[in-house]
């Protein structure tokens, strides 16, 4: 079955530590989307990519990185900079075409300590 | 960006309709209007989006005005596993981009 797939589900981490977050989807899409959603609030935009080896940074892109390398793939790199790195991370991906939906992932909560 | 409004919280009573307004005032004449929701600790599913007419699929309607300024998502039967935030998006085409920006929703709560 075609999907999006963000592991690992739940994440831990020392404080200080980049950590790297996993997207994959076999949907054959274009466009593919990194969201942070903290606890009572909406869904702010990381980053995004339109094609492969290109991307834009969204509306809170310090402290994090990404790249898109190939097109079922868009890694989230959390590095030590991000202040509060703690939250609800989800993935999403849509074709490119104008009148489509997108499709998330099931997200991954990190927690850092 | 063109921007949505949305309710905080609604109520709706099982089995009854249930009616999420959405304010979009600044929506321009090529953007679709989007709905999602959001069950609690899982991402974010589709339901239905629409450009200026009104359309129903097997989850719901969407009402649009005819300005185009407000929409209105309907479960028509509305069931416990219909509590969740349910956002409202407009398509974003700001510098020729395809940015999905979303809200902070409505938090549907279905009483039993």
């Known amino acids: 079955d075609g999907g999006i797939t963000q592991s690992p589900k739940y994440l831990f981490r020392k404080e200080g530590q980049n950590v790297t977050l996993s997207c994959e989807q076999n949907l054959n899409h274009d466009a593919m989307y990194w969201y942070r959603q903290d606890p009572g609030q909406g869904l702010r935009l990381i980053y995004y990519s339109q094609i492969v080896n290109d991307f834009q940074k969204g509306d809170i892109a310090e402290g994090y990185s990404v790249s898109r390398e190939k097109k079922e793939s868009f890694p989230l790199t959390v590095t030590s900079a991000q202040k509060n790195p703690t939250a609800f991370y989800l993935c999403?991906?849509?074709?490119?075409?104008?009148?489509?939906?997108?499709?998330f992932g099931q997200g991954t909560r990190l927690t850092v300590v | 960006d063109a921007k949505t409004t949305q309710p905080t919280s609604m109520d709706c009573a099982e089995g009854r309709a249930a009616n999420l307004p959405c304010n979009h005032s600044?929506?321009?004449?090529?953007?679709?209007v989007y709905w999602y929701r959001q069950i609690h600790s899982q991402g974010p599913q589709y339901i239905i989006h629409?450009?200026?007419n009104n359309e129903t699929n097997e989850m719901a309607s969407l009402i649009i005005t005819e300005d185009r300024k407000s929409s209105t998502l309907i479960l028509p039967h509305a069931t416990l596993r219909d509590t969740a935030v349910y956002y409202c998006?407009?398509?974003?085409?700001?510098?020729?981009?395809?940015?999905?920006?979303f809200g902070t929703g409505t938090l549907l709560a279905v009483q039993p």
């Open positions: 999403a991906s849509r074709t490119g075409r104008l009148n489509t939906e997108a499709f």
């Open positions: 600044t929506i321009s004449g090529n953007e679709y």
């Open positions: 998006i407009v398509r974003d085409y700001g510098g020729a981009t395809n940015k999905l920006i």
């Open positions: 629409g450009l200026k």
